[in-house]
């Protein structure tokens, strides 16, 4: 009976960093694009990183739908899809032509969030 409980608290810490790291073992492994219909290679990941392993809150959560909304109002691109975990967030949308979809998903960042630390892979 001892035994139970110590195992049954670590199944449980097992299971539950599993659930929230969203499928990526590592902060700096790509995500795992598999969707149908999906070109890796035409794909781009906005990364937003900071400082810790804090979750994303909601305000932060908020910038990144407002962010991804405007890609896709603006058609630069098809959103395929967005993580978050501890210390990142991600977007990941697949454009046709890379180095202007960069250029304007920078305009929207800085419109939208400013002071936002990010990088577009």
Not at 58 to 75: A, F, P, V
Not at 84 to 99: C, F, Y
Not at 109 to 114: A, V
Request: glycine share 8%.
């Amino acid at each position: 009976m001892k035994l139970i409980v110590p195992i049954v608290r670590i199944a449980a810490i097992f299971i539950l960093v599993i659930n929230c790291s969203n499928g990526d073992s590592s902060q700096d492994s790509q995500p795992a694009d598999i969707v149908a219909g999906n070109q890796p290679d035409k794909n781009l990941r906005i990364l937003f990183r900071w400082p810790g392993d804090d979750f994303a809150t909601k305000q932060e959560l908020e910038t990144r739908d407002k962010i991804g909304q405007l890609i896709s109002e603006r058609q630069i691109g098809k959103l395929i899809r967005s993580g978050t975990g501890m210390g990142w967030m991600d977007i990941v949308i697949e454009v046709e032509e890379k180095a202007g979809a960069k250029r304007e998903i920078e305009k929207i960042i800085t419109e939208i969030s400013p002071e936002s630390k990010f990088t577009i892979q």
